[in-house]
Nanobody
Framework: QQQLMESGGGSVQAGGSLRLSCSAA????????MAWFRQAPGKEREGVAI????????YYGDSVRGRFTISQDNAKNLVYLQMSSLEPEDTGVYYC????????????????????????WGQGTQVTVSS
């Protein structure tokens, strides 16, 4: 059973918006941060946006800063990724993730590569942006 469930992906034209949602109900007590990653065909998975447990600190990848916003509703155990001004380069599979330790949050929020085995992952949701 998947413990992180993404929804909200789809196809949109360039300049459009989408909002992704992630249910993290199985991680109510061990969620040092929540993150969105994405993977485009033939490319490495990259961190898109991260928010700490308190919601007081965020990280955004350079390519999405100013266009994407991560937020969370801890009462509902939901994490969102609001994506605006979408570009064809934003196309890919978007994954919701939470790490197994706070140390991994610190690594990810520096923009450094993460160790995939130290994270819990959702199944991913496809986002396609056409020009």
């Amino acid at each position: 059973q998947q413990q992180l469930m993404e929804s909200g992906g789809g196809s949109v034209q360039a300049g459009g918006s989408l909002r992704l949602s992630c249910s993290a109900a199985r991680y109510t007590d061990s969620r040092p941060c929540m993150a969105w990653f994405r993977q485009a065909p033939g490319k490495e998975r990259e961190g898109v946006a991260i928010v700490d447990a308190a919601g007081s600190s965020t990280y955004y990848g350079d390519s999405v800063r100013g266009r994407f916003t991560i937020s969370q509703d801890n009462a509902k155990n939901l994490v969102y990724l609001q994506m605006s001004s979408l570009e064809p380069e934003d196309t890919g599979v978007y994954y919701c993730a939470t790490p197994k330790s706070a140390r991994e949050c610190a690594v990810a929020m520096r923009g450094d590569p993460v160790s995939y085995n130290y994270w819990h992952w959702g199944q991913g949701t496809q986002v396609t942006v056409s020009s």
